[in-house]
């Protein structure tokens, strides 16, 4: 399975503001995704993060609000950008690994976010 | 569209007791992958094990287990003489060729194993 490090593990912002979070694989992996987890619920998909060109969005989400970056096949980058209380979240980043069966994907650590 | 039910949204069992934990999966596709995975309170998610839908033998792996039957959409986990490490959320996930490679969570069950 792929070592899946994602930073920071949490942070506390206020209002108004943006938080990047980044994702670091120790290898390379065919896809890499975006999930939120709300207090309490369970997990949904953000986006499709692809490698040299623009994230695929799911729908309920925007790029201007969750601009994401995947320069090469291990980094990946999440902005939560003008932050509001409901972005009070837990951040996961997801990845399919290369050379695993088909259809395994595994999480990172996930990072806590909490807007006041 | 995909949707996976997990009915229970609590379970509290007293340690060594042996729980299920039940997922009810919908779908029209006929290729399908099934996961379960293990949220500790760290908040992390562990892979625990994938199935696809053409695959329907039951799989053990230590205390775990895993009963898939088609004909009733389901995918349960059986967690056998079950131990306070095993406090934690698990979530049932579905994923289909269809939709890339979206995972469809269920909403989860939380166990509490006391001691």
């Known amino acids: 399975s792929a070592v899946i490090s994602q930073k920071p593990s949490r942070d506390i912002c206020q209002r108004g503001t943006s938080l990047t979070i980044q994702c670091q694989v120790d290898?390379?992996?065919?896809?890499m995704f975006w999930y939120r987890q709300q207090p309490g619920q369970s997990l949904t998909l953000i986006a499709t993060?692809?490698?040299?060109?623009?994230?695929?969005?799911e729908s309920g989400f925007v790029i201007d609000k969750f601009p994401i970056s995947r320069p090469n096949l291990t980094f990946s980058t999440l902005t939560v950008s003008n932050m509001s209380p409901e972005d009070s979240s837990i951040y996961l980043c997801?990845?399919?690994?290369?050379?695993?069966?088909?259809?395994?994907?595994?999480f990172g650590p996930g990072t806590r976010l909490t807007v006041l | 569209a995909q949707k996976v039910t997990q009915a229970q949204t609590e379970i509290s069992v007293v340690e060594k007791e042996d729980v299920t934990l039940d997922c009810v999966y919908e779908t029209r596709d006929t290729t399908y992958y099934l996961f379960w995975y293990k949220q500790p309170p760290s908040g992390e998610l562990v892979f625990l094990i994938r199935r696809n839908s053409f695959d329907e033998q039951n799989e053990i792996s230590g205390r775990y287990s895993w009963n898939f039957q088609k004909s009733t959409s389901s995918f349960n986990f059986t967690i056998t003489a079950s131990q306070v490490v095993d406090s934690a959320v698990y979530f049932c996930?579905?994923?289909?060729?269809?939709?890339?490679?979206?995972?469809?969570f269920g909403g989860g069950t939380r166990l509490m194993v006391k001691p």
């Open positions: 997801s990845v399919l690994h290369r050379g695993a069966a088909y259809n395994e994907q595994f």
């Open positions: 996930a579905l994923k289909v060729n269809n939709a890339g490679n979206m995972l469809t």
């Open positions: 290898s390379q992996v065919t896809m």
């Open positions: 993060a692809n490698q040299g060109s623009e994230a695929t969005y």
